[in-house]
C-alpha cells in the first residue's frame, strides 16, 4: 500500500490519481495531518507499506511534475500522458487553438507543463484539430443536445458502473418508465423551443431491451412534442447484441435513428462468458449483419483493452474479426476498474482473502501493445482518430479512443467530452449539464439513479433542470 501525508487538504485527487498510474495495482491512501493523527485511516497500515510526505505548499502544476519526475525515477517509468490526471487531455489542445497558437507552441507547452510524450501530444493535436472540423457548424449558445436514459439491461457486466437493472425483473415497470420519459421530454418541449437540438442519444443500460412497440412510442413521442429538423445525428445504443432484433431494428430506423452501436468489447467467446455478457460472437456477427440488412450505415463497435485474461493475441483475433465486418466507427477502450462494479468488487474481495483468481494486466507495455494493435487495425480499415478521453483507474494510464470514417464520427461523443454544449439528460441516473457561453463555466443537476425513485420523484428530477437552466 501507498501511504502519503500532505499537512493541507489540497490537490488530493491529483496526488492519489498520479500515483494510482504508477502504482496500479497497490491500494494509495492519502491523509491529511501528520503522522499518527488519523488513526481511522493508519490502523490497518503496515511495516511493508510505503510512506511518503509531500509539502502541498505549491502550485498545482509545480507539484505535480515533482510528484512525477520523483516516482518515474523510483520506478522507472515513463508514463504516456505525463503528468495529466483530468479526462479530457484533448481539451488542452483545443483551448489553444482556440487562443490562436499554432502547433509548436501547443507541443512546447503541453511537454514543458505536463511532460507528456511526443507521442501523446501529436495525438491531441490531430484529434483537436478534427474535433474543429466536426463541430464547425455546431451552435454552442443556442444549441443543445439530449440524452434518453433507458436503464435496463439483459445482464450486468462484470465492468460495469452505469446505472442497470436486469429487464427480466424490471419488465413491467418499463411502460411506466416511458410516462416518466415523456413527462421529461415535456419540460425540454415546452423550455427548449427556441433552441436548436443538434444531437440526440439514446443510451443505458441497454436501450434495445425496450420492444419494438416502446422504441416507437419513446421517439414517437419525441418526434410529436420536439422539433428534430436540425438534428445532425441521432444515435441508439443498442450495445448488446442479445437484445438486438430486426423488428427493433425496422423500429429504431423507420423512427429516423442515424446512427447504433453493437458492441463485442471481445470476439473471444470464453471472455464474453467471464465478464457476464451472455451472448456470443455469433449473435454479434449475427446482429450486425442484420443492422446494415435493415439500411444502417453508420454503426459504432466497443471494444475493451486489458479485459481479464486477455492477451494481445485475444486483441489481435478481436480486430481481425471486427475487420470482416467493417463498422463505420470504432471505440477503443481501455479497461478501467470502476467502484461499483462487479469486478472492483471481486478484485477487492479476493485481494483481501489472498484468493484472486482472475487474471489481470498490471503493466503499460502490454496496454500499449493492445492499442498499437487496435490503432493499427482501426487505422487499416479507414477509420481516423476524432476523439478521445480518459478516465480514473484507467488500465496503463492510457485513454479511450474513436476512430471513424469520414463523416460518420460521434458528434455527441465530441460534445460530452469536450464540455462545449448544454446536454439535457432524461432519466434514472443521468446528469444534465449546463455550459454558460464560452467563458468555461458548467453547472450539472443529477436524476436520482434508483429506477423506482426516479419515477416516484419525477417532478422533482424535472423541478432540478427547471432550476438549473433558469439560473443566471
Request: glycine share 6%; charged share 30%.
Amino acid at each position: 500500500m501507498q501511504i502519503i501525508y500532505i499537512k493541507e487538504d489540497k490537490f488530493q485527487y491529483d496526488i492519489h490519481s498520479l500515483y494510482k498510474a504508477f502504482y496500479p495495482t497497490s491500494e494509495v491512501r492519502v491523509i491529511v495531518g501528520e503522522k499518527g493523527s488519523n488513526p481511522d485511516k493508519e490502523k490497518d497500515i503496515s511495516p511493508d507499506d510505503e510512506i511518503s510526505f509531500i509539502d502541498v505548499d505549491k502550485t498545482k502544476n509545480e507539484l505535480k511534475k515533482d510528484i512525477y519526475l520523483d516516482l518515474s525515477k523510483k520506478t522507472g517509468k515513463n508514463l504516456p500522458w505525463g503528468d495529466l490526471t483530468g479526462i479530457r487531455p484533448t481539451r488542452i489542445a483545443m483551448n489553444l487553438f482556440e487562443e490562436g497558437k499554432s502547433d509548436p507552441e501547443i507541443y512546447y507547452y503541453m511537454k514543458d507543463t505536463y511532460l507528456v510524450s511526443d507521442e501523446k501530444i501529436a495525438v491531441s493535436i490531430d484529434i483537436a484539430k478534427r474535433e474543429r472540423d466536426i463541430l464547425k457548424d455546431i451552435d454552442y449558445i443556442n444549441g443543445y443536445s439530449l440524452y434518453i436514459g433507458i436503464p435496463f439491461c439483459p445482464t450486468t457486466c462484470l465492468y460495469c458502473s452505469f446505472t442497470s437493472y436486469p429487464i427480466g425483473a424490471y419488465s413491467s415497470l418499463v411502460d411506466d418508465y416511458l410516462s416518466c420519459l415523456e413527462k421529461e421530454i415535456d419540460y425540454v418541449a415546452e423550455n427548449f423551443a427556441d433552441k436548436t437540438l443538434d444531437t440526440i442519444y439514446i443510451g443505458g443500460g441497454t436501450p434495445t431491451t425496450l420492444e419494438p412497440d416502446q422504441i416507437r412510442r419513446l421517439i414517437g413521442y419525441l418526434r410529436d412534442k420536439v422539433d428534430l429538423s436540425k438534428v445532425k445525428e441521432f444515435t441508439v445504443e443498442s450495445g448488446r447484441p442479445d437484445s438486438i432484433t430486426r423488428d427493433k431494428l425496422k423500429a429504431m430506423k423507420e423512427m429516423g435513428v442515424t446512427r447504433i452501436s453493437v458492441n463485442p468489447q471481445t470476439m473471444s467467446d470464453e471472455t464474453l462468458k467471464l465478464i457476464g455478457r451472455r451472448h456470443t460472437v455469433a449473435q454479434l456477427i449475427d446482429a450486425f449483419k442484420m443492422a446494415r440488412e435493415e439500411g444502417f450505415d453508420n454503426i459504432n463497435m466497443d471494444i475493451i483493452l486489458g479485459l481479464p485474461g486477455e492477451t494481445k493475441e485475444d486483441v489481435s483475433h478481436t480486430i481481425e474479426e471486427i475487420k470482416k465486418l467493417d463498422p463505420d466507427d470504432l471505440t477503443v477502450h481501455c479497461l478501467a476498474v470502476k467502484r461499483g462494479s462487479k469486478l472492483f468488487e471481486v478484485i477487492r474481495e479476493k485481494e483481501l482473502s489472498g484468493n484472486l483468481k482472475i487474471p489481470m494486466l498490471d503493466t503499460m507495455s502490454d496496454i500499449e501493445d493492445m492499442a498499437v494493435i487496435a490503432a493499427k487495425g482501426a487505422g487499416d480499415m479507414g477509420l481516423k482518430p476524432y476523439y478521445l478521453y480518459r478516465q480514473k483507474n484507467i488500465s496503463g494510464n492510457f485513454e479511450n479512443t474513436g476512430y471513424a470514417r469520414e463523416g460518420k464520427a460521434g458528434i455527441y461523443n465530441i460534445l460530452i467530452n469536450e464540455e462545449v454544449q448544454s446536454i439535457v439528460a432524461l432519466g434514472a441516473g443521468t446528469v444534465t449539464k449546463r455550459v454558460y457561453g464560452t467563458g468555461g463555466r458548467i453547472e450539472r443537476c443529477d436524476n436520482v439513479k434508483d429506477v423506482k425513485l426516479y419515477m416516484d420523484s419525477i417532478q422533482e428530477m424535472i423541478e432540478r433542470k427547471k432550476k438549473l437552466f433558469e439560473e443566471e
